[in-house]
């Protein structure tokens, strides 16, 4: 009866995902849910890590009204947790973790996403591979929308393509940047780092905070999730244009591209920066999909959560967030891989042999350095975002030389790193792919990478930051202690 029961409710809802979903969709859908049913009986744990996919009514298209009907439940949720487990202990603190970065300390609630450390992000439950296969996309079968995941991430549920379009609309009416942000990067030398210019657009965004306005005015507690919506829907939305801004006026002389209001988020933003060409755009969507969010203990999103539990607004928290991502341990670390690859080229040539390049990786290696793109703080396994950009290369430039050394790359380095017994992760990561894929198709200035990180990042700094004023989460405040204090502590602990 059980069998039979679960093909009736399977056949319910087959037929009414099939009238709000393109082939592709339709199709990772089917996938998904027969997933869930060979689970079936399965311990909990295993069914729960593939998730039946709630699709929403083509129909109801207002991200705000979504968001404000979902805000209720998930307050009395937080509630419960808190009243029913608050006390309950998520692991030890050792030395090792006050002094070593906080690495492996539980110590943050994000909802938006999760990192497992062998399967890689999941995104409100969703793999990178099962996005690509429910998010609509620009065209069937392209890659997916990023304004999908951003409303995946705000609701935990996969919109329609409808939804999507509705939500695209809504940005491209967000994307009007006032003249005193220009001014304010004009200026800066134009020779400043293209991340210096871009968080000072962002900081220059923040004069139309409708939060500030909102809180100076005595707004309610319980209402400070509306304003923060408001401010993170317009940076989300405007960011590309600062972005292409900063781009068109350190490498092209200065002239703007307007936007585009046929195009989607992704697609615009690449049509901003000068490339109309139809593979940079699916890139562009691809990028910021898998860019935008990476659970909340990274150096980025965890600054934009701090920052904002203060009360700052989502300018001034996200403006924080990239100061975090500029650094060379995180964000900027993009910029780093396609200048080492450029210089294993420029010494070696584009036919480097695997035994060159074991030299070449060993030589950078002794002089003190990295090699840039390898290893993660968190996974022990190939990051899911460089496998999907390497799909991406294999389906659109197989015979890229670059592309080839990467692939080679992937050959040579982890050994390495792995006989030298010093990393936990020897595996590449996203950036170690992404600058290869932006310099096929012409974006070679390393330099600017970053901002391209930067304007992916917003949507899930942007969407957490949402559901911290939903939920009302307090200010972060964590205990520091003094080097004398864990002497004086561990002592005591040993005798």
Same mark, same amino acid.
């Given at each position: 009866?059980?069998? *039979?029961?679960?093909?009736?409710?399977?056949?319910?809802?087959?037929?009414?995902?099939?009238?709000?979903?393109?082939?592709?969709?339709?199709?990772?859908?089917? !996938?998904?849910?027969?997933?869930? *049913?060979?689970?079936?009986?399965?311990?909990?744990?295993?069914?729960?890590?593939?998730? !039946?996919?709630?699709?929403? %009514?083509?129909?109801?298209?207002?991200?705000?009204?979504?968001?404000?009907?979902?805000?209720?439940?998930?307050?009395?949720?937080?509630?419960?947790?808190?009243?029913?487990?608050?006390?309950?202990?998520?692991?030890?603190?050792?030395?090792?973790?006050?002094?070593?970065?906080?690495?492996?300390?539980?110590?943050?609630?994000?909802?938006?996403?999760? $990192?497992?450390?062998?399967?890689?992000?999941?995104?409100?439950?969703?793999?990178?591979?099962?996005?690509?296969?429910?998010?609509?996309? %620009?065209?069937?079968?392209?890659? +997916?929308?990023?304004?999908?995941?951003?409303?995946?991430?705000?609701?935990?549920?996969?919109?329609?393509?409808?939804?999507?379009?509705?939500?695209?609309?809504?940005?491209? =009416?967000?994307?009007?940047?006032?003249?005193?942000?220009?001014?304010?990067?004009?200026?800066?030398?134009?020779?400043? &780092?293209?991340?210096?210019?871009?968080?000072?657009?962002?900081? %220059? $965004?923040?004069?139309?905070?409708?939060?500030?306005?909102?809180?100076?005015?005595?707004?309610?507690?319980?209402?400070?999730?509306?304003?923060?919506?408001?401010?993170?829907?317009?940076?989300?939305?405007?960011? +590309?244009?600062?972005?292409?801004?900063?781009?068109?006026?350190?490498?092209?002389?200065?002239?703007?591209?307007?936007?585009?209001?046929?195009?989607?988020?992704?697609?615009?933003?690449?049509?901003?920066?000068?490339?109309?060409?139809?593979?940079?755009?699916?890139?562009?969507?691809l990028y910021v999909t898998i860019h935008s969010d990476h659970e909340g203990g990274n150096?980025?999103?965890?600054?934009? &959560? $701090?920052?904002?539990?203060?009360?700052?607004?989502?300018? $001034?928290?996200? %403006?924080?967030?990239?100061?975090?991502?500029?650094?060379?341990?995180?964000?900027?670390?993009?910029?780093?891989?396609?200048?080492?690859?450029?210089?294993?080229?420029?010494? !070696?040539?584009?036919?480097i042999t695997k035994d060159q390049l074991k030299d070449y990786v060993w030589k950078t290696?002794?002089?003190?350095?990295?090699?840039?793109?390898f290893g993660h703080g968190v996974l022990r396994k190939t990051d899911p975002r460089y496998? !999907?950009?390497?799909?991406?290369?294999?389906?659109?430039?197989?015979?890229?030389?670059?592309?080839?050394?990467? =692939?080679?790359?992937?050959?040579?380095?982890?050994?390495?790193?792995?006989?030298?017994?010093?990393?936990?992760?020897?595996?590449?990561?996203?950036?170690? &792919?992404?600058?290869?894929?932006?310099?096929? *198709?012409?974006?070679?200035?390393?330099?600017? *990478?970053?901002?391209?990180?930067?304007?992916?990042?917003?949507?899930?700094?942007?969407?957490?930051?949402?559901?911290?004023?939903?939920?009302?989460?307090?200010?972060?405040?964590?205990?520091?202690?003094?080097?004398?204090?864990?002497?004086?502590?561990?002592?005591?602990?040993?005798?």
């Amino acid at each position: 009866m059980a069998f *039979f029961r679960t093909v009736t409710k399977l056949r319910s809802r087959l037929v009414s995902l099939r009238r709000n979903s393109d082939s592709r969709r339709f199709a990772g859908i089917i !996938c998904l849910m027969a997933s869930d *049913f060979a689970l079936q009986g399965q311990p909990s744990s295993l069914r729960d890590s593939v998730r !039946c996919l709630q699709t929403q %009514a083509s129909s109801d298209l207002d991200l705000h009204s979504q968001l404000k009907e979902l805000i209720p439940e998930q307050q009395e949720r937080l509630k419960k947790l808190k009243k029913e487990h608050g006390k309950v202990q998520l692991g030890t603190i050792t030395v090792d973790m006050v002094i070593g970065g906080m690495r492996g300390m539980t110590g943050l609630l994000w909802e938006t996403s999760l $990192l497992d450390p062998d399967e890689g992000i999941r995104f409100r439950g969703l793999s990178i591979p099962e996005c690509q296969k429910v998010l609509p996309g %620009a065209t069937p079968g392209g890659e +997916p929308l990023p304004e999908g995941l951003l409303w995946l991430l705000l609701t935990g549920k996969v919109p329609s393509k409808e939804q999507v379009d509705a939500l695209s609309s809504e940005l491209r =009416s967000r994307a009007k940047v006032p003249d005193y942000v220009f001014k304010a990067i004009d200026a800066l030398p134009v020779g400043a &780092h293209p991340m210096t210019q871009f968080t000072t657009g962002v900081m %220059a $965004l923040q004069v139309q905070s409708e939060f500030q306005k909102a809180y100076d005015k005595g707004l309610p507690k319980s209402r400070y999730w509306e304003p923060t919506y408001e401010d993170s829907l317009s940076l989300i939305a405007q960011l +590309p244009v600062v972005a292409s801004y900063v781009y068109r006026r350190i490498y092209k002389g200065g002239r703007m591209i307007p936007v585009d209001d046929s195009l989607d988020y992704g697609g615009n933003f690449s049509h901003l920066l000068g490339f109309d060409d139809h593979k940079m755009q699916e890139l562009m969507r691809l990028y910021v999909t898998i860019h935008s969010d990476h659970e909340g203990g990274n150096v980025s999103a965890h600054t934009g &959560h $701090l920052v904002a539990s203060a009360l700052s607004d989502p300018f $001034l928290s996200f %403006a924080a967030a990239l100061n975090g991502l500029a650094g060379p341990l995180h964000g900027l670390a993009n910029q780093e891989v396609l200048l080492w690859i450029k210089s294993v080229v420029d010494e !070696c040539g584009e036919n480097i042999t695997k035994d060159q390049l074991k030299d070449y990786v060993w030589k950078t290696l002794n002089s003190g350095k990295v090699v840039p793109g390898f290893g993660h703080g968190v996974l022990r396994k190939t990051d899911p975002r460089y496998t !999907c950009q390497r799909e991406f290369a294999l389906k659109h430039l197989p015979d890229d030389p670059l592309f080839q050394l990467v =692939s080679k790359l992937y050959d040579v380095v982890p050994p390495i790193l792995t006989e030298l017994g010093k990393v936990k992760n020897p595996w590449p990561n996203v950036d170690a &792919h992404s600058g290869v894929l932006l310099n096929h *198709f012409g974006l070679t200035e390393a330099r600017y *990478f970053t901002v391209l990180f930067g304007v992916s990042r917003s949507i899930g700094i942007g969407s957490q930051l949402i559901w911290d004023r939903a939920l009302g989460l307090p200010l972060e405040r964590p205990k520091s202690v003094t080097m004398e204090s864990l002497e004086s502590f561990c002592k005591k602990a040993a005798s």
